[in-house]
């Protein structure tokens, strides 16, 4: 079984906007932080957003900035990524990931995260 599960994925426009869920059946999320990741075809994986679970401190990467905000819901049992003004470079695969050591502060490194979804494909066209 899956630890986390993500959900929201699909094809958009350039310029679209989508939301990416990161839910779980088995973990209590509002106890760890949580990073979305993306790898997009021929490329390694990488961090572009997380936010902590006791502070809600957040971090993006220079490619999300301005544009991905991640949130919790009220009950901290979902956790969101808003991704607006899509371009194909956003076109990958995104993870979401749990990390029970990230109580005040998060990071966009694999290292801390030791649970993984399966991913859901985003496809933005030109």
């Known amino acids: 079984q899956v630890p986390v599960v993500e959900s929201g994925g699909g094809l958009v426009q350039s310029g679209g906007s989508l939301r990416l869920s990161c839910t779980s059946s088995e973990l209590i999320l509002s106890y760890y932080g949580i990073g979305w990741f993306r790898q997009a075809p021929g490329k390694e994986r990488e961090g572009i957003a997380c936010?902590?679970?006791?502070?809600?401190?957040?971090s993006y990467a220079d490619s999300a900035k301005d544009r991905f905000t991640i949130f919790r819901d009220s009950e901290r049992k979902t956790v969101f990524l808003q991704m607006n003004d899509l371009n194909p470079d956003g076109t990958a695969v995104y993870f979401c990931a749990a990390s029970p050591t990230s109580l005040k502060a998060c990071e966009l490194g694999e290292s801390p995260y030791g649970h993984w979804g399966q991913g859901t494909q985003v496809t933005v066209s030109s």
């Open positions: 936010i902590s679970s006791v502070s809600g401190t957040t």
